[in-house]
């Protein structure tokens, strides 16, 4: 299908653990986001790519790890998941710059660290 | 202070009024985007404006750069129009985007 999609929807996973959230966008969009959501905060962005091999850090980028080998994938990964990890992940992508371009965002990732 | 200030943060409406819901932001600006986020977790870009006014069907989005302030206004609320409303800003120093917390609103039948 066409569009931005994530994988998994939810997972469930144990403090330690390493987890990769997949991100998948069908548009050859240049640019592509990773955001977490918080109660008590607005979306934060954790990391960004520009191109493919092509990253930098966001606001919030500790403990997680991004690649861009592919122009269409993203994946995010925590390397030792933590309890203050739980939270809603959102992908995005936009065909140039974030701000002047509208980003469309994939439907999000719920985990849960115990 | 957060550099993007929504208000209200909740929002409750009948079915028929006219609501408007507020952005204000600390730092310059190249675009400012409102978002739509249904209750199901989607979000989507409502609006991306640098100047003046845009309209799309029973939605207004407004902003004055000198006062460094937007708003959103929803015409005839429905229902279907529940959903939590986020303004986020670009700084004209980079392509990120920045976000307001979000503003709840639920229209009553």
């Known amino acids: 299908d066409a569009g931005i999609t994530q994988s998994p929807r939810y997972k469930i996973t144990e403090t330690g653990r390493q987890v990769t959230l997949m991100c998948h966008q069908t548009w050859s969009h240049s640019y592509m986001f990773w955001y977490r959501q918080d109660l008590g905060h607005g979306l934060r962005l954790i990391y960004y790519?520009?191109?493919?091999?092509i990253t930098d850090k966001g606001e919030v980028p500790d403990g997680y790890v991004v690649s861009r080998s592919k122009t269409e994938n993203f994946p995010l990964t925590l390397e030792s998941a933590t309890r203050s990890q739980t939270s809603v992940y959102f992908c995005?992508?936009?065909?140039w710059g974030g701000g002047v371009n509208e980003q469309y965002f994939g439907p999000g990732t719920r985990l849960t660290v115990t | 202070k957060n550099e993007v200030e929504q208000s209200p943060q909740n929002l409750t409406a009948q079915e028929g009024e006219f609501i408007t819901i507020n952005c204000s932001y600390s730092?310059?600006?190249?675009?400012l985007h409102w978002l739509q986020q249904h209750p199901g977790g989607g979000i989507v870009s409502l609006f991306m404006l640098s100047s003046g006014k845009k309209k799309h069907g029973r939605l207004i989005a407004t902003i004055n750069i000198q006062e460094k302030h937007s708003s959103l206004h929803i015409t005839a609320s429905h229902p279907r129009d529940s959903a939590v409303y986020i303004c986020a800003v670009e700084e004209t120093s980079g392509s990120r985007l920045t976000f307001g917390e979000g503003t709840q609103l639920t229209v009553n039948p």
């Open positions: 790519s520009a191109a493919a091999d």
């Open positions: 730092v310059g600006i190249s675009a």
């Open positions: 995005a992508s936009s065909e």
